[in-house]
Every structure is written in structure tokens, then in C-alpha cells.
């Protein structure tokens, strides 16, 4: 369990920064969504597999990607708290 | 009536009522019914953040809109969604670090300002009011079909049931009633889409049976003396009606008048399509489809694919379909799917509504352009923009997702339940898909309101499944004006009254406070959802969105990320937010059409206001805090 007193400071640049790059790459795929909706819809239209639409595998792609993007930032935190966690029971917990 | 939801629904109500009079017990301080004292757990919290989230817009209001308009209506599922990366990115560990019970705390915890805590305060209450409104217009739309009763009804008995919960138990039971409801929700409704796949599509779909398909009639007409008249002579032509280049005509057969209209086939011929129609008489008389409305005569359920793949009739039935094949279908240009229009006008004395069939090809159906004009002029394409950039940037600013944050221990927590929430409401979102379309399929639609387009579904399945489905819609209402509640309770007590010190409250005065507040802002709702009846709720919903995104938003990220940010600079932001988007929604198109004029003549092109008003917070915080630096600065060292 991470203890409170290692947690905000220590850890929280890190999780800023890693928040800050991830946003930007889900900004970046998002408006892109909707910049093709708007400059060329017709694609939206082109069956990109299985008898499904750019418009469906993009939309619902969007969806799983927020989902792999969130699993991977929380994994990256934990791991990073876990190390800082350890490091502050090694030095501070004896 | 069958008695079955009125148990069902009695059942739910009455676990709702159960578990806030058994947290009532244990809620005694301000931290206890504000925050739940902070010590629920994470994995609990994440699905009472879906129960918040996926409130009746999404149930009701997105499945109701892809019934409708196809794509358009999932775009607010992927918009809703890519919000919560926001949320998870941005604001999720910094709200439960910095804050205590409001969203105000956030944006205090580095100056200590009262004028920050009173526009931040006004700026919840804003952003809840609005986004009640469209939970009480849902709520009135499930009592309808449910019980037979009035829409009026269902609003004041959400109402009255949502404020007892917040006036017993606050934030430990509106989690717990979320996390229930949130997980029921999704249960129900993965139930729904596996028994949609097993029924697959059809071209005549009569619901399992229960409601035999209505064919529509087409006939054949001609000119006579520069007059379109219907060759069947068993027809007699009573009017016509010309309206938005649309022609109808109204003929009489064995006495029953209907409207009809006017198209030309593929041969050039002229034809009469059967439409649906509603008159309302100078002497009060109320006709449906000709004949005087009643139990018995309503407008007829619609909704149904003319051709599936191009084929049509027995060879057109799918039998079950996986979920790939399903949404294949929808694709499909040599599909086709008979949607459903209104138009009103006057016959001489009479009020006529003609609701009328159009066909509209799969592959126009799963992409984008039905309600959003993509390929339109330039504030068409502005408006779309504008609704995806403020579902993007709202939901991290909604005050009851943002005081959910202070429910949980630590700030990793925050994260953790976020993350659940994103999993469970991602998966959600997908399932509107199926739903709405679904629905469309079907023969399910209500003509009159979309948004009962899911628990329609249901009952196309059977009551045991609308019973389910529609309690856990009222529900879902229940919850998330709890929650909405709670966060106008905790501005007022907390922000407005207790931080601005009008008058000095102890901490057993604030709970009182807040559920005085929580009590008089159930009433506001309560009569706003009745005035706005017979909008879409999800509709409703992104304009909330719009007035958080702009006037929430902008100043959490600069206080976060910008060191400069001043605390004029934060008032001011809120103020412009608040402002420009409220005034850009009362002038815009669509609320000129719910004021009964004409949505042309709207100062403001569009509808959703956000790609205005979130950049202008944006600049308002950055200019007014570069002005402001040094005054701020003394301010600060002094206070």
C-alpha cells in the first residue's frame, strides 16, 4: 500500500508529466477524428474491415484507445510509486 | 397495465430509499455528507462515477439520437468518453490533493480568495441547474409508457424521491446508489444487445410478435387540370398543403381523413406516401391518424430497414448476427432504413403535425452528417467542432464528477477509480451503438420523443426486460440528480455561505445548509423539467457540457499548469465562461425553436457555443492575469 507521505510530492511531477504527454497524444488522434469528419467526410464512409466504416473503427477505436491509454499511464504511476515507496521504507521505514 | 414495473419499480425505489435512510445513520459531520468521509473504496467509486456519468442522457438521450440520426447520435458517446481522459490526465490526483468538498477548493488552494469561491459557488449551481434539466425531462418520458401517467408526474416523483435521499444520507448513499445502478445499467444493457444478436434484423420486424408490422401504402397519382389527384377513385382529395417544399395531400377514405405525401417514383410517375398525422381541431377536437385519439389510437410505433443488404421480405432475415455483422449492415449502402421526419402546419382552422418516412441508404447511416452538417457551410461545420471540443473539455469540469474525486482516500485512488470508470463507461458507450440502431431496426420508435427509444427495445423483448430496463433508467435519474444535488448543496453550504462568511456556520449548520439547498434546488428542477419537455435530453446534456468546458475548465488547467494565473485572472475566466456560453445557447438556433421562432433569425449561427466561449476563458484568464500580476501578488502576501 502507498504510504501518504511519500505519495504527492515525490511521485507528482512524474505523473504530470506523463498526463501531459499522454492528453496530448489522445488530443492529437481525437481532432484528428474530427478534422477528417469536417475536410474530407466521404472517408468516413470507405469499409475499412470486415463490412465496417472508418467512421465505426475510428469512433470505437477512440473508445479502446482511451481505455489502453488509461491502463497504461495508471500501470506507469503504481509502478513509479512503488518504487519510490520502497526506496522510502528502505531509508526512512527503519 | 401490466402490474410487473410497477413491482419491479417499486423494488428499486424502495432499495434507493433503503440505503439512504441506512447511511443516514452514519452521516453526521459536513465531511460525512459532503464527502462520503472520504473512505470509499476506489474500485466502488469508479462505477459510481459511471452511475453518475451515465445519466439519463446517455441512456435515454444518446441511444434516442443514433435511433434517429444515426452516428451523430455516437458522437456524443466518443466526445462523452475522450472527456474522461481529461479527467484522468489532468485533473483526477491534483482535485483529491488539493481539494476538500468542492471543486472551488481546487482553484483556492493557493490564494485563499473569496471572490474565487463566490463565482466558482454561482458557477456549480449553473452548470447543476442545466444538467437537471435534462434528468427530469428523462424522468418524465419513462412514466409515461411505464405507469400511463402524465409527464408532470414522473418529474415531481423523481423530485420528491431524489430530495429525501440527499436530505437523509447525502454522498454515502448517492455512492452507493450510483455504484448499484451504474453496474445494473451495464449488466442489463449488455443483456439487451446479446438478446438484439440473437433476434438479428428483418425488414418487418413486429416485435417478437407482440406488435404486427404496419406496411405503409404507396399510390398512384396524377396531374388533371394542373391538380394532383389520386388515380384510386375510392380516394376523394379534401386539401392540399404545400410547406418546406414538401407537398401533402389530406384524402378521405370510408370517412377517415389521412395526409399523404407527394413524391415521384423511379419511373418518373407520381405517387402518394402514407404518412402518420395529428390535428387538433378549432373546437378542441384531437385526431390521430384520422380518428379521435385515444387509448386505443395512438400513433403507431416505427422504425424498420426497407432492405437489408439489398434484400428485402423473408430473404432479407438475418437470424442471429454477430455484433460485427450487425453494425456491417448499417454500413451497407444496399441497405436501406426508413426514418421518420415532422413537419407542422395549418389546415385552414386546424393545427396539423404530418410525420413522414424518408429512406436513407446504410452508408449514410454510420457516418457522420444526418444532424451534424459535416458537408454543410461553415457554421455547420463550427457547430460540430463546437459540441466535440465542449464534450471533450466538460466533463473534467462537471462539479458532482469533480466532488466524487474527494470520496476516495488518496490521490491514487482518484486515478484508480477513473480508470474503472473509463473501462466501464467506455464498454457502455459501445453498447449505445447496438442499441440505438437497434431501435431504429425495430419498429420501436416513439414518434413524439426519442429518448424512450432504449427502453422501448426492451420491450420489444418483453415487459420483464422494460420493467428491468426502464427502473434502472429511473434510477439512473435518481442518482445522478443526487449526486447533482449534493454538488449545489456543498457551493451553497460550503463555497457561498460558509467560506464567504455571510454568516459563521458550524459544521452540523453546513449539513443543514446544504440540505436546504439540496431541497430548493430539487424544486427549481422539478419545474424547469416540466417546461422543457419533449427535448432530447442528450441534447440538453452537451449544452451543460458547454458551460462547464467554458467556465470550469479553463481556469483548473491554468491554475494547475501556469504559475501567473492571478486570482482576477480566475474570476474573470468563470465570469466570460459563464456568460458567453449561456448567451451564445438562449440566442442559438435551437432554443429560438423551442421559443417558437423561427431558428433562422437566431443572432448565433450555431447551437453549441463552446468553440467561442472555451477560447475566450482561455484568453480572459491569460490577459487579465498578466494585468493583474503585481496587484495579486500584494494580495496574496497580504491575505
Redesign the interface.
Known amino acids: 500500500m502507498?504510504s501518504?507521505s511519500s505519495?504527492?510530492e515525490n511521485t507528482?511531477a512524474y505523473?504530470v508529466r506523463i498526463?501531459?504527454y499522454?492528453?496530448l497524444l489522445?488530443?492529437l488522434v481525437?481532432f484528428g477524428?474530427?478534422g477528417i469528419?469536417?475536410s474530407n467526410?466521404l472517408l468516413?464512409?470507405r469499409?475499412i474491415f470486415?463490412?465496417?466504416?472508418l467512421?465505426?473503427v475510428y469512433?470505437?477505436g477512440?473508445?479502446?484507445f482511451?481505455?489502453i491509454?488509461?491502463?497504461t499511464?495508471?500501470s506507469m504511476?503504481?509502478k513509479k510509486?512503488a518504487e519510490l515507496n520502497n526506496t522510502f521504507s528502505k531509508k526512512g521505514g527503519k | 397495465m401490466s402490474l410487473l414495473p410497477i413491482f419491479i419499480f417499486v423494488i428499486f425505489v424502495g432499495m434507493v430509499l433503503w440505503l439512504s435512510f441506512y447511511f443516514a445513520k452514519q452521516t453526521k459531520t459536513s465531511k460525512g455528507y459532503f464527502a462520503a468521509h472520504g473512505e470509499i473504496h476506489w474500485a466502488v467509486n469508479g462505477m459510481a462515477f459511471s452511475g453518475d456519468y451515465l445519466s439519463a442522457a446517455s441512456f435515454l438521450g444518446i441511444c434516442g439520437m443514433i435511433a434517429t440520426v444515426g452516428?451523430d447520435g455516437?458522437?456524443y458517446?466518443?466526445g462523452y468518453?475522450?472527456g474522461?481522459?481529461?479527467a484522468?490526465?489532468?485533473v483526477a490526483?491534483?482535485m483529491k490533493?488539493l481539494g476538500k468538498y468542492t471543486f472551488a477548493d481546487i482553484l483556492d488552494s493557493k490564494f485563499g480568495s473569496k471572490a474565487i469561491r463566490l463565482t466558482a459557488g454561482i458557477s456549480t449551481l449553473i452548470i447543476s441547474i442545466f444538467y437537471l434539466i435534462p434528468q427530469m425531462v428523462g424522468a418524465g418520458a419513462l412514466v409515461t409508457p411505464l405507469f400511463g401517467l402524465p409527464h408532470y408526474v414522473g418529474v415531481i416523483m423523481v423530485g420528491s424521491i431524489v430530495i429525501t435521499i440527499v436530505a437523509t444520507a447525502g454522498m454515502t448513499s448517492t455512492t452507493y446508489v450510483q455504484f448499484l445502478k451504474g453496474s445494473l445499467l451495464i449488466i442489463f444493457s449488455t443483456v439487451l444487445c446479446i438478446f438484439l444478436f440473437i433476434r438479428g434484423l428483418n425488414t418487418e420486424p413486429d416485435q417478437g410478435g407482440r406488435v404486427s408490422f404496419y406496411k405503409y401504402a404507396t399510390i398512384q397519382a396524377q396531374l388533371q387540370e394542373d391538380e394532383i389527384v389520386p388515380v384510386d377513385t375510392s380516394y376523394l382529395k379534401k386539401g392540399e398543403v404545400t410547406n418546406q417544399g414538401l407537398t401533402f395531400l389530406k384524402l378521405s377514405k370510408d370517412g377517415v381523413q389521412s395526409w399523404w405525401l407527394k413524391d415521384i417514383d423511379s419511373k418518373g410517375d407520381i405517387i402518394l406516401k402514407e404518412t402518420q398525422s395529428e390535428v387538433r381541431s378549432s373546437n378542441g377536437e384531437f385526431f390521430i391518424n384520422g380518428r379521435l385519439a385515444s387509448k386505443d389510437n395512438q400513433l403507431r410505433q416505427v422504425g424498420n430497414l426497407e432492405k437489408i443488404g439489398g434484400k428485402s421480405g423473408e430473404q432479407a432475415k438475418t437470424g442471429s448476427i454477430t455484433p460485427?455483422?450487425f453494425?456491417?449492415?448499417f454500413?451497407?449502402k444496399n441497405t436501406v432504413v426508413k426514418r421518420w421526419k415532422s413537419i407542422l402546419f395549418k389546415d385552414g382552422e386546424d393545427k396539423v403535425t404530418v410525420y413522414y418516412s424518408i429512406e436513407t441508404p446504410g452508408?449514410?447511416i454510420?457516418?457522420?452528417?444526418l444532424q451534424f452538417k459535416?458537408?454543410g457551410s461553415l457554421s455547420e461545420?463550427l457547430d460540430?467542432?463546437s459540441l466535440?471540443l465542449a464534450l471533450?473539455f466538460g466533463t473534467a469540469a462537471l462539479p458532482h464528477i469533480l466532488i466524487r474525486y474527494f470520496t476516495v482516500k488518496?490521490?491514487?485512488d482518484a486515478?484508480?477509480s477513473?480508470?474503472v470508470a473509463?473501462?466501464s463507461i467506455?464498454f457502455f458507450?459501445?453498447l449505445t451503438?447496438f442499441m440505438g440502431l437497434g431501435a431504429m431496426s425495430s419498429g420501436v420508435l416513439n414518434l413524439t420523443s426519442s429518448n424512450m427509444s432504449a427502453p422501448l427495445l426492451a420491450k420489444s423483448f418483453g415487459v420483464f426486460l422494460f420493467s428491468v430496463i426502464s427502473a434502472i433508467a429511473f434510477a439512473t435519474v435518481l442518482g445522478t440528480v443526487s449526486g447533482l444535488l449534493i454538488a449545489a448543496a456543498g457551493a451553497v453550504a460550503h463555497d457561498l455561505i460558509g467560506s464567504f462568511r455571510i454568516i459563521s456556520m458550524t459544521d452540523k449548520q453546513q449539513v443543514i445548509t446544504g440540505k436546504i439547498t439540496a431541497f430548493s434546488v430539487g424544486i427549481i428542477a422539478i419545474i424547469l423539467g416540466i417546461l422543457f419537455k419533449g427535448m432530447n435530453v442528450s441534447f440538453l446534456v452537451g449544452l451543460a457540457f458547454a458551460i462547464a468546458a467554458s467556465a470550469n475548465l479553463p481556469a483548473i488547467m491554468m491554475v494547475l499548469f501556469w504559475k501567473k494565473t492571478t486570482v482576477k485572472g480566475i474570476v474573470a475566466s468563470i465570469i466570460v465562461g459563464i456568460f458567453t456560453s449561456l448567451g451564445m445557447i438562449l440566442l442559438s438556433p435551437s432554443m429560438y425553436a423551442s421559443y417558437g421562432l423561427n431558428p433562422d433569425t437566431a443572432p448565433i449561427p450555431f447551437s453549441n457555443p463552446g468553440i467561442i466561449s472555451i477560447p475566450l476563458s482561455f484568453l480572459t484568464i491569460v490577459v487579465v492575469s498578466l494585468l493583474t500580476q503585481k496587484r495579486d501578488k500584494v494580495l496574496t502576501k497580504i491575505t
Open positions: 502507498f501518504k505519495d504527492p507528482s505523473k498526463g501531459i499522454m492528453i489522445y488530443a481525437y477524428f474530427i469528419n469536417i467526410p468516413m464512409e469499409i470486415s463490412g465496417l466504416n467512421a465505426v469512433g470505437i477512440l473508445i479502446i482511451a481505455l491509454l488509461a491502463l499511464y495508471n504511476c503504481s510509486e | 452516428y455516437f458522437l458517446s466518443i468518453l475522450a474522461w481522459m481529461v484522468l490526465f489532468v490526483e491534483p490533493r460485427f455483422k453494425l456491417s449492415y454500413t451497407d452508408n449514410k454510420l457516418r457522420p452528417g459535416v458537408e461545420k460540430f467542432i466535440m471533450f488518496t490521490p491514487a486515478r484508480k477513473t480508470m473509463i473501462a467506455g458507450y459501445v451503438l
